[in-house]
T-cell receptor
Framework: GAVVSQHPSRVICKSGTSVKIECRSL??????MFWYRQFPKQSLMLMAT?????????EQGVEKDKFLINHASLTLSTLTVTSAHPEDSSFYIC???????????FGPGTRLTVL | AQSVAQPEDQVNVAEGNPLTVKCTYS??????LFWYVQYPNRGLQFLLK??????LVKGSYGFEAEFNKSQTSFHLKKPSALVSDSALYFC?????????????FGAGTRLFVKA
């Protein structure tokens, strides 16, 4: 089956630093990748949608200058949390839409802790 | 606007008994409907989806869900629960008529299956 990986799985950083999270589709090409954020005991909140080679579309209330998304290829998207603060601590999950299908596959998530 | 409601925060079931996890939705057009399961500190795993056709959809691990258009519901069911089914379950909806690929998730229902 289709596999989506995320790296790192866990990251702890100091306040004010930037953190990059990678999302890769390992055995398929992804037309579109999505980034979600999940707070403890809450649902997934869509942050942004990115299409390969174009700018990401951000959901209302998500700061595009803080959460930088790059989708440079059909198998890789990155989310960079810039100048991270403790309130950015969360579980970040990416998903990828398989090319020419309506199927969406989810990564295992990245737990970010900002001290 | 699209929305998904999972009215129960938690469902408790004894092993071997049938289980139901409820979901209702609201979309402006015709929906794609999904169920996902999440284990602690893990990403989402796809269980099943309704696209068109038979209202009763069968999915992974013995789960099934019934699409009811008049009640705008898509309840998840399993005839005989296992302890290993204990997890967090998310219902999700996508409006096929609005285009794009934006999927909205419910708040989640935690299922506890007791031995």
């Amino acid at each position: 089956g289709a596999v989506v990986s995320q790296h790192p799985s866990r990251v702890i950083c100091k306040s004010g630093t930037s953190v990059k999270i990678e999302c890769r589709s390992l055995d398929f090409q992804a037309t579109t990748m999505f980034w979600y954020r999940q707070f403890p005991k809450q649902s997934l909140m869509l942050m942004a949608t990115s299409n390969e080679g174009s700018k990401a579309t951000y959901e209302q209330g998500v700061e595009k200058d803080k959460f930088l998304i790059n989708h440079a290829s059909l198998t890789l998207s990155t989310l960079t949390v810039t100048s991270a603060h403790p309130e950015d601590s969360s579980f970040y999950i990416c998903s990828a839409r398989r090319l020419n299908t309506d199927t969406q596959y989810f990564g295992p998530g990245t737990r970010l802790t900002v001290l | 606007a699209q929305s998904v409601a999972q009215p129960e925060d938690q469902v408790n079931v004894a092993e071997g008994n049938p289980l139901t996890v409820k979901c209702t939705y609201s979309v402006s057009g015709n929906p794609y409907l999904f169920w996902y399961v999440q284990y602690p500190n893990r990403g989402l795993q796809f269980l099943l989806k309704y696209i068109t056709g038979d209202n009763l959809v069968k999915g992974s691990y013995g789960f099934e869900a019934e699409f009811n258009k008049s009640q705008t519901s898509f309840h998840l069911k399993k005839p005989s629960a296992l302890v290993s089914d204990s997890a967090l379950y998310f219902c999700a909806v996508r409006d096929r008529n609005t285009g794009g690929f934006k999927t909205i998730f419910g708040a989640g229902t935690r299922l506890f299956v007791k031995a």
